[in-house]
Structures are given as structure tokens and as C-alpha cells.
């Protein structure tokens, strides 16, 4: 949507009540929504990878006769469609890799091992980035910007700007 085409749909809806049927404007671009689950998946694909023990295999062509064979091949099925087993294949979305990540960085049991230091970093520092990029988007980041002219007292220094959160803007040399 063009920006005129968003403001117009935004004024159509502000005076209806907002339970009405319809489309309404997403309070996020789309596009950000979109980076932020392509960075969540991708990071659970990563950390799953890394972190996620091998399914217990079982021979499965020996026949149901065999009581210890049949508890172990059932034990290996079970084991394969654990659900807190990360699937690689399928409909992912970020509520679900959220939620796994999540899991995972708390230790829950499951078929993984204990994230390390460096893996524990990169999901906070995914977590961090989605996080900024939702805030700055609704325009609740405070942002710094270099001012491209001097300053007008005698240092002559860089102005920057500071503001975009909600808070009156700062300009400082």
C-alpha cells in the first residue's frame, strides 16, 4: 500500500468500532513481521542443528513377536514425534520458533543438550534485535541522529539529535 492508500484506509476505520468485521491496518509493517519470523525460524533451525540429539533408531523388519523388540521400536517411534523436537520441514511461524527458542534458553527437558555461553548469546541478541525493530517501528525507540550542520556556537561540533520514543527531542553538541 502506497502511504496515501494507508492514511485513507486509517481514516475509513477510526470511527467504526473496533470489533467490526473487516480489514484493518496492522499496527507493524508487514515486512517487519516478516524479518522478525524469518530471523526467529532461522535461528531455530540454527540452534536445533547444534543442540538437538539424534532420534533412537530402531530395525523395525523383525516381526511383532518379540516383546523387548516391539518395546524398542515403539520407544524409537515415540522418540521421533517427540513435539519438543524442533521440525525442520512444515508450517513454522515465529509464535511457535519463539516458543521453542524459549524453551530451549530456560533448559526445559527434552531431547537437547544445555545451550552453551555463545548460543545462549545469539538467541538474546535475536530476541534483542526483533524486539528494537517492533519499537522502532511504532516509533517508541529512542533514535540518534548525526545533524548535518555544525554547531552554531564556537566548538563548531557535531549536533545530534535524540528523540523518537515519546519524549521531547534532545539536541546536543
Given at each position: 500500500m502506497t502511504e496515501e492508500e494507508r492514511q485513507e484506509q486509517a481514516a475509513d476505520r477510526a470511527d467504526t468500532n473496533p470489533d467490526a468485521p473487516g480489514p484493518r491496518p496492522t499496527p507493524v509493517d508487514v515486512y517487519v513481521l516478516m524479518t522478525i519470523e524469518t530471523g526467529?525460524?532461522?535461528?531455530?533451525?540454527?540452534?536445533?542443528?547444534?543442540?538437538?540429539?539424534?532420534?533412537?533408531?530402531?530395525?523395525?523388519?523383525?516381526?511383532w513377536s518379540d516383546d523387548v523388540h516391539r518395546q524398542v521400536v515403539l520407544l524409537a517411534a515415540k522418540d521421533s514425534a517427540d513435539p519438543r523436537r524442533w521440525k525442520f520441514t512444515g508450517q513454522r511461524s515465529a509464535p511457535e520458533a519463539a516458543e521453542w527458542l524459549s524453551l530451549r534458553f530456560r533448559n526445559s527437558?527434552?531431547?537437547?543438550?544445555?545451550?552453551?555461553?555463545?548460543?545462549?548469546?545469539?538467541?538474546?541478541?535475536?530476541?534483542?534485535?526483533?524486539?528494537?525493530?517492533?519499537?522502532?517501528t511504532l516509533g517508541e525507540a529512542r533514535r540518534t541522529e548525526a545533524v548535518p550542520h555544525p554547531c552554531p556556537l564556537p566548538c563548531g561540533g557535531q549536533l545530534v539529535v535524540e528523540g523518537g520514543d515519546g519524549a521531547p527531542p534532545v539536541v546536543r553538541c
Open positions: 526467529l525460524v532461522t535461528t531455530a533451525d540454527w540452534l536445533a542443528e547444534r543442540v538437538k540429539r539424534p532420534a533412537f533408531r530402531a530395525a523395525t523388519g523383525q516381526g527437558p527434552g531431547p537437547f543438550r544445555t545451550l552453551a555461553e555463545g548460543e545462549r548469546q545469539a538467541v538474546e541478541n535475536v530476541a534483542r534485535m526483533g524486539a528494537e525493530l517492533i519499537r522502532r
